[in-house]
Each structure stands twice: as structure tokens, then as C-alpha cells.
């Protein structure tokens, strides 16, 4: 949903995909977790005037899959 109101490289979307990524991971599903914190990275580094997010999203990418 964030997508469509607020567009797909906002940070409010970053941080939607973010989310999910970790509920996947959470829940054992890998692959969507690892595609899902992709394209948060994705509009994050498109984004970097706001660091934290980018380093918070990239260190819980970076826990063992």
C-alpha cells in the first residue's frame, strides 16, 4: 500500500519493505526476506541523507538467512 500513496522510492516505502523482509525472515521465509530487503536497500541508498535507516535495514540484511 505504501507504494502505491507514497511511490517506490520513498522512504516510507523503504521502511514498509523493511518490515516485511524481517516478518519473512522471521517466519523461515528466506527468499522472500532476502528480496524484500533488496529493494529496501535499494531506495535507501537512493535516500542516503537519512544513514540510519540504510545502516539499521543493511545490519538485520546481514543476520545469517
Not at 523482509?21 to 541523507?49: C, H, M, P, W
Amino acid at each position: 500500500r505504501s507504494e502505491q500513496v507514497q511511490g517506490i522510492v520513498h522512504l516510507d516505502t523503504a521502511l514498509a519493505l523493511a518490515k516485511l523482509a524481517r516478518f519473512y525472515r522471521v517466519t523461515g521465509k528466506y527468499d522472500l526476506a532476502e528480496s524484500f530487503y533488496q529493494r529496501a536497500l535499494a531506495i535507501y541508498e537512493q535516500n542516503l541523507d537519512d544513514p540510519g535507516n540504510y545502516a539499521i535495514c543493511l545490519n538485520n540484511f546481514a543476520v545469517p538467512l
